[in-house]
């Protein structure tokens, strides 16, 4: 247990938004600790937020402002176990289950988890991707969702039940259920197979090739995928949860597909959907200067990743939190200015081989594709050309130093904001297109556009999520502009949020609010997510 203010601040504070106080942050060992802390916890009446590996970008895993009781944060790291079932075709992950562990144990299966993009590096849980229907980048298989999950639920009276979907006999004594699955033993004749329940996979890809449909591929108000844990934001305790896993690609090849005309992209997508029998493993959007943005503010990034390997980012970020704790007095951003410097004198993170292709245009698409996929994408796009577009075949070596660039972009603006003396707040917004539009870049206001310093675009292509990240020029009101964005997005279709959830940064609609309110009636976890009340009983 952490009461201490400057220790509990790494569990407090979120990534880009969230902070507020709290009288204890519990980090238990086991299920049953968590069990017994949350008890111990509703018997005194306080509000519980759950988390994992406080990856958020909305603050939805951490406190925010003022509450009307007490407020205890769990943090389930601990917690990690991974029960491999079914000879490997699902998994049971624990609380605090990272994605990169669960990549390792099903290596040996020969099989891949739901979700492999840019989160693993930073440490995000199994659950925590569930609780939040999170998307990443993979395009035939859909947002984080499961049917199966143990919970602990606080009912009307405030009375707290286990309650298990998981599809597994485990008994009615919930500390005896929890030791079970602590101990990783699961008879066979416990588990019933039901892995279509466990992911949307089956009917995600047929859902994201409807090209035709005014509405989004995936988002988080999306009524199909909020399940009890799937999409909960934390309205209830997730202690477990059943997953589907998937056949690693034998061989898997990327392209790096350039140009400077977006009709030509449009083209491309409504080609790669509409046309090709093997959709692509993934397809990551990277503007020209949101490259360039993660070149110069997120080398050092791409140098841990690179060279220590996504399993010890969450060491580095804890690091990181102590550096900054140790140096707040003298300092606001102590280790931006020291891993910036780092990155300065590193070498450049792409190779020369494809610099000159990233910097000499504006669009610019990392499409990767798998065993018979490949060559379908090479005859394609040698038989007819999109256009002006550019393709280069990687390496392998060109194809993970992509993919590093990619993944530290969203942190490259967040530094922007935190060391330029002249640079004003930062504005991120995560958002869904219509599956129907054609002119897919968003393009502000002429009254937003001159508040704006720098932008860094990048996203999910063939799924239209799409990630824009504003820096702003110094005295502009964050808050007025992003409002006014939202209003000019939604004028236009697009959805927000489309794969980071509401947390505290967007403001739920009625179907969500509903499913809160469903979930947990007394309002004592995670309240005010989704900026509705924070008070008990949702007075």
């Known amino acids: 247990m952490i009461t201490d203010i400057a220790a509990a601040r790494a569990f407090t504070e979120g990534y880009r938004i969230g902070g507020g106080p709290v009288v204890a942050v519990v980090r238990p060992a086991t299920l049953v600790e968590l069990w017994r802390a949350a008890q111990a916890c509703v018997a005194a009446d306080c509000i519980l937020i759950l988390q994992a590996a406080n990856t958020g970008l909305t603050g939805g895993s951490t ?42 144990v099903l290596a040996e299966f020969g099989r891949v988890p739901h979700s492999v993009i840019g989160s693993t590096c930073l440490g995000a849980s199994v659950v925590g991707g569930i609780c939040n229907n999170s998307g990443g980048a993979l395009v035939n298989r859909g947002p984080a969702f499961t049917r199966h999950a143990l919970y602990g639920r606080i009912d009307e009276s405030g009375r707290l039940a286990l309650v298990n979907n998981l599809g597994i006999t485990l008994g009615d004594d919930p500390e005896q259920a929890l030791a079970l699955l602590d101990r990783g033993m699961l008879a066979p004749e416990r588990i019933a197979d039901d892995g279509e329940q466990a992911s949307l996979a089956a009917s995600y890809s047929n859902h994201v090739r409807a090209l035709d449909e005014p509405t989004p591929a995936r988002h988080n108000a999306d009524s199909r995928q909020l399940f009890e844990a799937s999409g909960c934001a934390g309205k209830i305790i997730v202690l477990a949860v059943r997953t589907k896993t998937f056949p690693a690609p034998r061989q898997v090849m990327t392209f790096l597909l350039a140009s400077n005309s977006a009709a030509d992209f449009a083209q491309l997508r409504r080609r790669v959907l509409g046309t090709f029998r093997h959709l692509p493993i993934s397809a990551e959007y990277l503007h020209r200067d949101a490259a360039a943005l993660a070149a110069s503010h997120g080398n050092d990034i791409c140098l841990a990743v690179k060279y220590l390997g996504a399993r010890r980012m969450p060491a580095l970020f804890a690091v990181k939190r102590w550096f900054d704790r140790a140096f707040a007095p003298i300092d606001a951003a102590p280790s931006e200015r020291l891993l910036q410097a780092i990155g300065k004198m590193a070498p450049h993170p792409l190779p020369a081989s494809i610099r000159p292709i990233v910097s000499a245009y504006q669009h610019l698409l990392l499409l990767t594709v798998a065993d018979e996929g490949i060559e379908e994408a090479r005859r394609q796009f040698m038989s007819a050309p999109v256009g002006s577009m ?130 947990d009636p007394t309002n004592t976890l995670n309240p005010g997510i989704g900026q509705t009340s924070r008070s008990r009983n949702w007075l």
């Open 63 to 104: 406190p925010y402002g003022e509450y009307d009781r007490p407020v205890v944060v769990i943090n389930t790291s601990r917690i990690d176990g991974i029960i491999p079932i079914c000879e490997g075709r699902q998994v049971i992950s624990l609380a605090g289950a990272t994605l990169t562990k669960l990549e390792g």
């Open 390 to 519: 550019v393709v280069h075949s990687c390496s392998p070596d060109e194809a993970a130093a992509l993919q590093r660039l990619r993944f530290a972009t969203a942190g490259a603006t967040v530094r922007i904001a935190a060391l330029a003396g002249k640079a004003g707040p930062l504005v991120a917004i995560d958002c869904a297109l219509p599956r129907s539009r054609r002119d897919w870049q968003v393009v502000l206001s002429p009254k937003l556009a001159d508040q704006v310093l720098m932008r860094a675009d990048y996203g999910h292509f063939l799924c239209h999520v799409f990630h824009l990240d504003f820096v702003l020029k110094p005295g502009v009101d964050a808050k007025l502009f992003e409002s006014d964005l939202l209003e000019q997005l939604d004028s236009e279709g697009i959805v927000c949020p489309a794969e980071h959830n509401f947390g505290h940064h967007y403001r739920a609609p009625e179907n969500v609010v509903s499913f809160y309110r469903t979930l």
